[in-house]
């Protein structure tokens, strides 16, 4: 069966090349809309900000930072000072953070997944300095840096 698969493969990469050599503004085309598409929604959501970002963000800018992960896993470990808005029920309790609306607020979740939406969401609210935790939570604990349990 491998020889077969193998086979096939080398055929799909012929024809995909070919394709490549045949039409070759096209596919150009579509690499810069795919970057620019990747490259619009990352930015949507805001910046993103390493562990060590966050941390000069803290103690320079005073930011603030927004934990949009369910109860149950916020209270298992987060990160000092942070505020808890699960993103499910976000929209709804955004105006809990207006009194914040002029610092910059930094967004964390559990891997990433949900902060560039919630950005997204804090945006259409009018709020304007916002980052996003690269690797959420995980990437923190992975640098052994800091939670405390609620």
Same mark, same amino acid.
């Given at each position: 069966?491998?020889?077969?698969?193998? =086979? &096939?493969?080398?055929?799909?990469?012929e024809? &995909?090349? @070919?394709?490549?050599?045949?039409? %070759?503004?096209?596919?150009?085309?579509?690499?810069? #809309? &795919?970057?620019?598409?990747?490259?619009n929604?990352?930015?949507?959501?805001?910046?993103?900000?390493?562990?060590?970002?966050?941390?000069?963000?803290?103690?320079?800018?005073?930011?603030? #930072? &927004?934990? =949009?992960?369910?109860?149950?896993?916020y209270?298992?470990?987060?990160?000092?000072?942070?505020?808890?808005? %699960?993103?499910?029920?976000? @929209?709804?309790? =955004? @105006?809990?953070?207006?009194?914040?609306? @002029?610092?910059?607020?930094?967004?964390?979740?559990?891997?990433?997944?949900?902060?560039?939406?919630?950005?997204?969401?804090?945006?259409?609210?009018?709020?304007?300095?916002?980052?996003?935790?690269?690797?959420?939570?995980?990437?923190?604990?992975?640098?052994?840096?800091?939670?405390?349990?609620?």
């Amino acid at each position: 069966m491998r020889p077969h698969f193998q =086979v &096939l493969a080398v055929f799909v990469m012929e024809q &995909l090349f @070919e394709f490549i050599g045949n039409h %070759p503004l096209e596919v150009g085309a579509f690499a810069v #809309l &795919l970057v620019l598409f990747i490259r619009n929604e990352m930015n949507r959501g805001g910046a993103s900000v390493s562990a060590q970002q966050l941390v000069n963000m803290v103690n320079s800018e005073k930011a603030v #930072l &927004l934990d =949009v992960r369910d109860r149950k896993e916020y209270e298992a470990g987060h990160i000092v000072d942070a505020i808890n808005i %699960p993103y499910s029920s976000l @929209e709804s309790r =955004v @105006e809990e953070l207006n009194k914040f609306k @002029e610092r910059p607020i930094v967004i964390i979740c559990k891997m990433g997944q949900h902060a560039g939406a919630a950005g997204t969401l804090l945006r259409k609210k009018g709020y304007e300095n916002i980052s996003r935790l690269t690797g959420g939570i995980m990437e923190w604990r992975n640098q052994s840096l800091p939670v405390v349990k609620s």
